[in-house]
């Protein structure tokens, strides 16, 4: 199963407020959202559920045909996952892939990768460009630990999948790699060639054109590392 979490999006991305009016930020929120769903029913591969109880979101799920876990406390994305994974539990679903809805530049190749390094027990681990956050985390079986998520949140969780004595896979994946959090993050959306919603949306509001300060991390390239193996 393929969770997606989206909390309130009317209140979206609240680091943004000294680029952009809540107006634009939601319009934001919903332009990622719609890119990252458009590459989940791209790769096709398996069951979706979106977590929320957000208006838009609950459309789009319908337009995608895609499952609905209602999330009604909309408390942080960890305690959604936590929700949701126990629902897929009971349903009989051995692992689920947790991708958030602000890494517009993900792809359907992206997400085949993650689950053709997927080991048969253990877990996948796609970190932010600057390694600090959990872009995506796979999970077979799907409560192997528990998720934690947050800006620091790619340590801890490499520590508790290598912890349970399973296989852990790392992937950096470019596009999965570029979550969207500050004006910087902006401006690299804009300039990366392509024509995503969120992308146009960027350039609409003047970033790319011209990027005054630069990212302290670079790009990630793409490649796989294991990191423990059980036999």
């Known amino acids: ?15 943004l407020a000294t680029a952009l009016d809540q107006t634009a930020r939601t319009e934001l929120a ?3 959202l719609t890119d990252v769903l458009d590459a989940i029913a791209a790769f096709a591969g398996d069951d979706v559920s979106l977590v929320t109880s957000d208006p838009f979101a609950l459309d ?3 337009k995608f045909a895609f499952n609905i876990i209602r999330d009604d406390s909309n408390i942080s994305e960890t305690d959604a996952i936590e929700m949701a994974t126990r629902v897929c539990e009971a349903h009989g ?12 530049l993900i792809d359907e190749g992206e997400i085949r990768s993650i689950y053709e390094n997927a080991p048969a027990n253990g877990a996948v681990l796609v970190p932010s460009r600057d390694k600090r956050g959990t872009n995506a985390v796979l999970r077979r079986p799907a409560s192997l630990f528990p998720l934690r998520f947050g800006n620091d949140s790619f340590t801890p969780h490499l520590s508790a999948a290598i912890a349970t004595d399973t296989s852990c896979v790392v992937l950096s994946l470019s596009g999965i790699g570029l979550d969207i959090d500050t004006p910087d993050d902006l401006h690299e959306l804009a300039k990366i060639t392509g024509a995503k919603e969120s992308q146009v949306l960027a350039r609409r509001h003047g970033f790319g054109e011209e990027q005054k300060s630069r990212l302290a991390s670079p790009a990630l390239g793409s490649g796989a590392i294991p990191l423990t193996a059980k036999p």
């Open 93 to 104: 679903i051995d692992s689920v892939l947790v991708v958030p809805g602000d890494i517009p």
């Open 60 to 62: 789009l799920a319908k």
């Open 1 to 15: 199963m393929i969770l997606v979490p989206v909390k309130n999006l009317t209140s979206a991305k609240q680091r």
């Open 30 to 32: 919903h332009a990622m």
